[in-house]
């Protein structure tokens, strides 16, 4: 049987119980059928009482000179637009930063590039920078100001999701490629969010992801810890894609208690999330 070209994909959400949940990705195929992957997220580890609060998000490809690449005018406004934001909405917890790096040519595979291109921003949070600029600005506003705990490492986890997940070949092309981007991140989306929470994610082909792997203390010399809710602030870019009446936060709803708003002076939205119990 000849398998058709994917050219789109959504995502939806099945409530199994109190404490798992299914995230399913359908792929729209060029031959107009279609196929599906489940994902099963279950509460391993019970969450600590309060918020994780995702406070920053860059997204960026690997480069030799990495840190001066993609610390720029633009981050010091967006992490001062957070900093205002959030000192605004006074919300108290664990603050995460997401960062996704990937490979300028082929994407998200091979591992090996990004996860050292992540190590290279760890460093740079955890150490002294004496250099100045923009560098150094956002360096003094994510230690001094968001005071981060850690950075959430997207690009890892988008290469475990094509490696370790169990999709096909033609799934995998499709998201590792300019076309299937965006569906790529509103797909990952449900990961970082589980990962937050404590959830650990059954693959298709009965891999497990965990959180462990992709949280890097900067703030902290602690392991992280999930909780129980989740507060993301999401730039303008995704005020559409993560708004709270959006096809995201709507999959949410049987399983989650959803909330937010948007932010017309800083141009930032906040999505609320927690498991109904």
Do not use: W
């Amino acid at each position: 049987m000849t398998i058709g070209k994917v050219i789109g994909s959504n995502c939806t959400v099945s409530f199994l119980n109190e404490y798992a949940y299914e995230v399913h990705i359908h792929f729209k195929l060029q031959n107009q059928s279609s196929s599906e992957q489940v994902f099963v997220f279950k509460e391993e580890q019970k969450p600590s009482s309060g918020a994780v609060v995702d406070v920053f998000t860059k997204n960026a490809v690997c480069h030799k000179s990495l840190v001066k690449k993609i610390f720029t005018r633009k981050e010091v406004q967006e992490a001062t637009d957070v900093v205002k934001q959030f000192q605004a909405s006074q919300v108290e917890g664990t603050k995460v930063a997401v960062f996704d790096l990937q490979n300028p040519i082929t994407r998200y595979l091979p591992a090996g590039e990004i996860a050292d291109c992540e190590n290279v921003v760890q460093t740079f949070f955890t150490q002294k920078y004496l250099l100045a600029g923009h560098p150094k600005k956002v360096h003094e506003l994510f230690q001094r100001e968001l005071k981060v705990d850690y950075l959430l490492c997207e690009g890892s986890l988008k290469t475990d999701i094509l490696m370790q997940g169990g999709l096909e070949d033609h799934q995998i092309t499709y998201l590792n490629s300019s076309e299937g981007a965006l569906g790529f991140c509103g797909f990952t989306e449900y990961f970082m969010h589980g990962l937050k929470l404590g959830h650990t994610i059954t693959t298709p082909s009965k891999n497990t992801l965990e959180g462990s792997k992709y949280f890097k203390a900067i703030g902290t010399e602690e392991a992280y810890k999930p909780r129980q809710s989740s507060t993301v602030f999401y730039p303008f870019q995704y005020r559409d894609m993560y708004s709270v009446t959006g096809k995201y936060a709507k999959s949410l709803a049987d399983s989650f208690t959803v909330s937010g708003r948007y932010y017309e002076s800083t141009k930032i939205s906040i999505l609320n999330t927690a498991l109904k119990v």
